[in-house]
């Protein structure tokens, strides 16, 4: 794809087959290849898309590929926190996007820019075991992809010999089920404040 005719073709054609049978209210008077063509357009030697002026084809690329820096999991997370309380990502920084965007594509493409900065200014650091694979990042793509498979398979299917506390897990959040089970401090806390509970209408002490 070497020209914004090329990926708006591309663009269009995707959105075609993810909507080969939209639902009713998505009907419109308009195609979408009106749309894109009226909206990304080249505009002083850049290229305005919706609004958002970017300086060249590549970094159109770059931004519609990594940006937001989420996967559809985690921005589905991120998207409902938004409406329960205030947001902030402190250490997006504009300048980090601007540095992104003038990384060369040799080095964008081979994906582990922050592994081999770590070797090259913390060496030490870098010699550590990744608790995902138990291989210290330091070593090549292929051996920490392989100790990554390795250390799955182990702890879904071979037993430890010092199992881990009950309330730990692989996850991003400890058990807490199991937590508050094995634990007095919750039950504790809800006798401290039994006066309080019992004159609250909308709770039951004895449940």
């Not at 300086?55 to 329960?84: F, H, K």
């Not at 920490?144 to 959040?173: E, I, M, T």
């Not at 508050?180 to 039994?194: G, L, M, N, P, T």
Request: proline share 8%; charged share 25%.
């Amino acid at each position: 794809m070497n020209s914004l005719a090329d990926i708006l073709e591309y663009w269009i054609s995707s959105a075609g087959t993810a909507l080969a049978s939209p639902p009713e209210y998505l009907t419109t008077s308009h195609d979408l290849h009106e749309i894109l063509s009226a909206n990304v357009v080249r505009d002083d030697g850049k290229i305005d898309h919706h609004g958002i002026r970017y300086d060249s084809l590549d970094d159109l690329l770059v931004c519609s590929t990594y940006y937001p820096l989420s996967n559809d999991s985690e921005l589905i997370n991120l998207r409902s926190l938004r409406q329960l309380c205030p947001s902030h990502v402190p250490f997006l920084d504009n300048r980090l996007v601007d540095l992104h965007l003038r990384i060369p594509k040799k080095y964008r493409l081979r994906r582990d820019l922050i592994n081999r900065a770590v070797q090259r200014l913390a060496p030490e650091l870098a010699a550590i075991p990744h608790p995902s694979s138990d291989v210290p990042i330091a070593r090549s793509y292929p051996v920490q992809y392989l100790g990554r498979q390795v250390a799955s398979f182990r702890r879904k299917h071979l037993p430890r010999h010092q199992p881990p506390k009950y309330h730990l897990n692989q996850d991003s959040w400890r058990d807490h089920a199991r937590f508050v089970r094995h634990e007095d401090f919750v039950i504790d806390a809800i006798r401290k404040h039994e006066p309080t509970i019992r004159a609250l209408p909308f709770l039951d002490w004895e449940g």
